[in-house]
């Protein structure tokens, strides 16, 4: 279920890869011409910290039974601001299709996005744990799944695609908050690894980068469409109503007029914690940059527990999420078979839903 390589594994073995004589060099040359070109900037007093942020992620597990399979999908939204309790929202899904994962991701990421706008972040910030382009890849990935669907799986997900997709869905709301930044657990591009050291180092650039930025430095801000290999492609099926105004968040550049715009920048906070890929709001840019600066002050505070290699609202969250998700199916079997001993006939079997005992 989990594919994400942890921030504490990508550290160990960013840090045995950097180790080498050779790869010293490179990563030497690298800073060099990094610092000439200003792209290693450090963390000013110009902003504060804004204190306890949110965090919202999702799990997903699949019990596969019978001719279908039952998908369980967990989203959260976490912070630790005093007064503020977690927010679950669970769907058990019996989709028809053999290879539900497209479509069980998409529900996954409409459920996320939905917690998102709800928490309604405006003196903090809201994390999303993911990448702002792996969030579109799934959704390019769920409207192809959709559109093969038998009409059980369709009448499912068709609810969740409208509330994420509509002209007013969780989805356009969530780009256009620079409230919300986004941070992913993956490497997502090796676009500096390979830019500066002439593609002789094809390293995620959050392993090349724990050799070239020290405690408080970030990269210079730049349009995420500038760093991302390929292009950020959205689904022109007419269901995603929102398509041309997410097409050019995603597309925008810094220089552009439009009102939004995605940018990324990478930050090591502190000695001991590895290299965090921020995607966030261009607005965070304006005037002074105050605000970006004092994102970037919130993740350091909230980075300031040297065994933790992540925001703390980040890792609370991830736990939450990987201890529910992982016992779902177990309790749903269990929960099943009582029932199967306790009642009999069609309410029984509507609560297992084909499943063997």
Not at 18 to 29: D, G, K
Not at 76 to 93: C, E, H, N, T, W
Not at 335 to 348: C, E, P
Request: hydrophobic share 35%; with cysteine.
């Amino acid at each position: 279920m989990w594919h994400d390589v942890s921030d504490l594994d990508t550290f160990v073995n960013g840090l045995e890869t950097l180790s080498s004589p050779e790869t010293a060099q490179l990563i030497a040359r690298a800073r060099y011409r990094m610092e000439d070109e200003g792209i290693i900037q450090r963390i000013t007093d110009q902003g504060e910290s804004l204190g306890r942020m949110v965090a919202v992620d999702g799990g997903n597990n699949v019990l596969s039974i019978g001719s279908g399979s039952q998908c369980f999908i967990l989203a959260v939204a976490y912070s630790l601001k005093p007064g503020d309790q977690p927010i679950f929202r669970m769907q058990r899904i019996h989709f028809e299709s053999s290879e539900p994962s497209g479509m069980m991701y998409g529900v996954r990421n409409a459920m996320e996005l939905a917690l998102v706008n709800e928490t309604h972040e405006a003196h903090s910030f809201c994390i999303v744990d993911n990448s702002w382009v792996s969030v579109l890849q799934t959704i390019n990935r769920t409207i192809d799944h959709y559109k093969d669907a038998s009409e059980h799986d369709r009448d499912i997900l068709f609810p969740y695609l409208e509330a994420m997709l509509s002209e007013r869905g969780t989805f356009i709301s969530a780009l256009q908050n620079p409230r919300n930044i986004a941070m992913s657990k993956s490497g997502v591009s090796q676009y500096y690894a390979k830019e500066y050291t002439d593609r002789k180092l094809p390293l995620p650039d959050k392993s090349f980068l724990l050799g070239i930025l020290q405690p408080g430095e970030y990269t210079k801000p730049d349009a995420i469409k500038l760093q991302v290999e390929g292009s950020l492609n959205v689904h022109p099926d007419s269901i995603f109503k929102t398509k041309d105004e997410v097409k050019a968040i995603y597309n925008s550049t810094l220089a552009a007029t439009g009102e939004h715009g995605l940018c990324l920048t990478y930050f090591r906070p502190h000695l001991w914690s590895p290299v965090k890929r921020i995607e966030f709001h261009k607005k965070l840019l304006q005037g002074d940059g105050h605000l970006f600066q004092s994102m970037l002050h919130t993740v350091a505070q909230s980075m300031s527990i040297p065994t933790i290699m992540e925001p703390l609202e980040q890792f609370l969250v991830d736990e939450v999420v990987k201890r529910h998700t992982g016992k779902l199916p177990g309790v749903y079997q269990t929960a099943g078979i009582a029932n199967l001993k306790d009642f009999s006939g069609q309410f029984a079997m509507q609560l297992t839903r084909r499943m063997r005992t």
